[in-house]
């Protein structure tokens, strides 16, 4: 009887219904909202959800969220420019780790770095929209007023005609266009300057987000769960959209595309739709530096706090509590006792949980971290190298090993003393984690000022290009002494691929380390086996 009439009176039998306003027209990009749709989890959630499928004539998704007309919208970074401008607006997941905005180029006109584009006609779109595109200039050092943009949006015909020398795009769809039309092509992608945006934010309004969190919990996990389905199952998810959402499209160009977002998705290293709130501070920064945005970005209210399930618990027996009451009023006081009771041990039991899971985690991270920088220490590098470099092999991805060692560090040591000594390696490695590495890269201490960096999906030219802006950075920014003022350091690099090993890399990149100190240090070296 109790199940009875809990399943009829409880407002959570109903459908929720809702509406997600996609970003463009129908694609792979939004499997994991279809499958989502499609496999029943967003019904198990009690959700009824309409897809708004966007495109030129739609409304912007940013824009819809604000106005009401969806209560849920898949948006660029800027929404991070919405919430500095004290917009409602709220983030709940970011499934792109990386943006596939990228500029491509003709191969055959050697157009291949920012400043083989300096005073080229370039179509743009209207900020935020560009501004991945923007900021590769802006760290290259080029003055935007250098490049000849055009603001209109140009098609692949104007790319081959000559009308445009490069077009903005995806790195999912117009290379493979391009390709099938017998022209190959050079991507200019931001990631390979420092620029590293999130794409494909799924968002909401405040006033949902505070008003029910318990349904926008629910929309985000079974939309995530829509999207590790999708990557599981690539070709059942292409046949669902080719059936229901995209028919014109060819399953060799869904499938491309699959692959292509799933590699910037990277649902294997990253857990699915995690957002971290430093690489929120450092797109912000990109943002103001390209003044789209003005002021210090406040976290507070941007990132979605998501409901405990000890408060669901607790609402749960609320109500199953009140119904017994009212069905079984003569033994109401003994289960007013056995209730109370259960709830006292649940709530010591999880204490208990909770402090053994917080001992567990800082043995955990005192047996991995270097307790100073709080980077990785040598023995958790090879544990996450390992890792990293299997991954790589089986997608593919080249990988780059760097050895880096902080010039003169004893003169700092001798001079202001062991503790400013320690600042300055706290702020090394504060620069490097916010400014220059990615989330997935593995960066470690090694010992003393020696430090080490992995970079998955990093060739060798795009590991110079990494070595020059750090060299740059570190040229450029005084590092601050409690007491003392302020101090500028340099560093030496040696880089080598990992193409025969962790081992042989770093035997290889010390090498080319110790080639850039005999060159006069603050410069980086590759490893070359002929002057070894």
């Given at each position: 009887?109790?199940?009875?009439?809990?399943?009829?009176?409880?407002?959570?039998?109903?459908?929720?219904?809702?509406?997600?306003?996609?970003?463009?027209?129908?694609?792979?990009?939004?499997?994991?909202?279809?499958?989502?749709?499609?496999?029943?989890?967003?019904?198990?959630?009690?959700?009824?959800?309409?897809?708004?499928?966007?495109?030129?004539?739609?409304?912007?998704?940013?824009?819809?969220?604000l106005q009401g007309d969806a209560d849920f919208a898949v948006s660029?970074?800027?929404?991070?420019?919405?919430?500095?401008?004290?917009?409602?607006?709220?983030?709940?997941?970011?499934?792109?780790?990386?943006?596939?905005?990228?500029?491509?180029?003709?191969?055959?006109?050697?157009?291949?770095?920012?400043?083989?584009?300096?005073?080229?006609?370039?179509?743009?779109?209207?900020?935020?929209?560009?501004?991945?595109?923007?900021?590769?200039?802006?760290?290259?050092?080029?003055?935007?007023?250098?490049?000849?943009?055009?603001?209109?949006?140009?098609?692949?015909?104007?790319?081959?005609?000559?009308?445009?020398?490069?077009?903005?795009?995806?790195?999912?769809?117009?290379?493979?266009?391009?390709?099938?039309?017998?022209?190959?092509?050079?991507?200019?992608?931001?990631?390979?300057?420092?620029?590293?945006?999130?794409?494909?934010?799924?968002?909401?309004?405040?006033?949902?987000?505070?008003?029910?969190?318990?349904?926008?919990?629910?929309?985000?996990?079974?939309?995530?769960?829509?999207?590790?389905?999708?990557?599981?199952?690539?070709?059942?998810?292409?046949?669902?959209?080719?059936?229901?959402?995209?028919?014109?499209?060819?399953?060799?160009?869904?499938?491309?595309?699959?692959?292509?977002?799933?590699?910037?998705?990277?649902?294997?290293?990253?857990?699915?739709?995690?957002?971290?709130?430093?690489?929120?501070?450092?797109?912000?920064?990109?943002?103001?530096?390209?003044?789209?945005?003005?002021?210090?970005?406040?976290?507070?209210?941007?990132?979605?706090?998501?409901?405990?399930?000890?408060?669901?618990?607790?609402?749960?027996?609320?109500?199953i509590s009140a119904a017994l009451i009212i069905m079984l009023s003569?033994?109401?006081?003994?289960?007013?006792?056995?209730?109370?009771?259960?709830?006292?041990?649940?709530?010591?039991?999880?204490?208990?949980?909770?402090?053994?899971?917080?001992?567990?985690?800082?043995?955990?991270?005192?047996?991995?971290?270097?307790?100073?920088?709080?980077?990785?220490?040598?023995?958790?590098?090879?544990?996450?190298?390992?890792?990293?470099?299997?991954?790589?092999?089986?997608?593919?991805?080249?990988?780059?090993?760097?050895?880096?060692?902080?010039?003169?560090?004893?003169?700092?040591?001798?001079?202001?003393?062991?503790?400013?000594?320690?600042?300055?390696?706290?702020?090394?490695?504060?620069?490097?984690?916010?400014?220059?590495?990615?989330?997935?890269?593995?960066?470690?201490?090694?010992?003393?000022?020696?430090?080490?960096?992995?970079?998955?999906?990093?060739?060798?030219?795009?590991?110079?290009?990494?070595?020059?802006?750090?060299?740059?950075?570190?040229?450029?920014?005084?590092?601050?002494?409690?007491?003392?003022?302020?101090?500028?350091?340099?560093?030496?690099?040696?880089?080598?691929?990992?193409?025969?090993?962790?081992?042989?890399?770093?035997?290889?990149?010390?090498i080319a380390l110790y080639q850039a100190k005999d060159a006069g240090?603050?410069?980086?070296?590759?490893?070359?086996?002929?002057?070894?």
């Amino acid at each position: 009887m109790v199940i009875c009439l809990l399943t009829v009176s409880s407002p959570l039998s109903a459908l929720d219904k809702v509406s997600l306003q996609l970003r463009w027209s129908h694609q792979f990009q939004f499997a994991g909202y279809y499958m989502a749709l499609h496999k029943g989890y967003y019904q198990a959630a009690k959700i009824d959800v309409s897809l708004i499928e966007g495109g030129a004539n739609s409304q912007a998704p940013l824009e819809s969220i604000l106005q009401g007309d969806a209560d849920f919208a898949v948006s660029s970074s800027a929404v991070v420019i919405y919430h500095m401008q004290k917009k409602p607006v709220v983030a709940l997941a970011a499934i792109m780790q990386t943006s596939p905005v990228t500029w491509i180029t003709l191969s055959e006109r050697k157009l291949s770095t920012p400043h083989d584009l300096i005073g080229r006609n370039l179509p743009i779109l209207p900020p935020p929209e560009s501004a991945a595109l923007m900021a590769i200039f802006n760290r290259e050092g080029i003055q935007l007023s250098d490049i000849n943009f055009q603001p209109t949006r140009a098609t692949l015909k104007d790319l081959i005609s000559g009308k445009v020398d490069a077009i903005n795009g995806y790195i999912s769809n117009e290379p493979y266009r391009l390709k099938n039309m017998g022209y190959e092509v050079t991507l200019i992608e931001p990631k390979d300057y420092g620029v590293n945006f999130y794409s494909d934010v799924l968002i909401t309004r405040h006033s949902l987000a505070r008003s029910n969190p318990k349904l926008v919990k629910r929309f985000k996990q079974a939309s995530l769960k829509g999207w590790q389905y999708a990557l599981q199952n690539i070709d059942e998810s292409i046949r669902l959209i080719q059936q229901y959402y995209a028919p014109e499209k060819t399953y060799q160009e869904l499938k491309y595309e699959a692959q292509t977002l799933k590699a910037l998705i990277m649902p294997d290293l990253v857990e699915l739709g995690h957002m971290n709130p430093g690489r929120w501070q450092t797109i912000a920064e990109n943002y103001r530096a390209l003044g789209m945005a003005k002021g210090q970005l406040d976290l507070n209210g941007f990132l979605f706090d998501e409901p405990s399930r000890f408060d669901n618990w607790v609402i749960h027996v609320g109500i199953i509590s009140a119904a017994l009451i009212i069905m079984l009023s003569v033994i109401a006081s003994r289960f007013i006792y056995l209730s109370t009771s259960l709830r006292r041990e649940i709530k010591r039991r999880e204490f208990v949980e909770k402090r053994l899971i917080s001992v567990n985690n800082e043995l955990k991270a005192q047996s991995s971290t270097d307790p100073l920088t709080q980077i990785y220490n040598r023995r958790a590098f090879f544990e996450k190298a390992q890792t990293l470099l299997h991954f790589s092999e089986r997608k593919g991805f080249k990988t780059s090993l760097f050895m880096l060692d902080i010039d003169h560090f004893k003169r700092i040591n001798d001079r202001f003393g062991h503790q400013a000594g320690d600042q300055i390696l706290i702020q090394f490695c504060v620069l490097i984690k916010n400014e220059v590495i990615r989330d997935h890269d593995v960066f470690a201490r090694l010992g003393g000022e020696e430090f080490c960096i992995l970079m998955l999906d990093c060739s060798l030219s795009g590991a110079e290009q990494f070595a020059q802006r750090l060299i740059e950075k570190l040229s450029t920014t005084q590092l601050k002494v409690e007491g003392k003022g302020y101090i500028t350091i340099s560093a030496s690099i040696g880089i080598s691929d990992t193409d025969y090993g962790l081992e042989q890399a770093l035997k290889q990149a010390d090498i080319a380390l110790y080639q850039a100190k005999d060159a006069g240090r603050a410069t980086y070296t590759i490893y070359d086996a002929n002057q070894s």
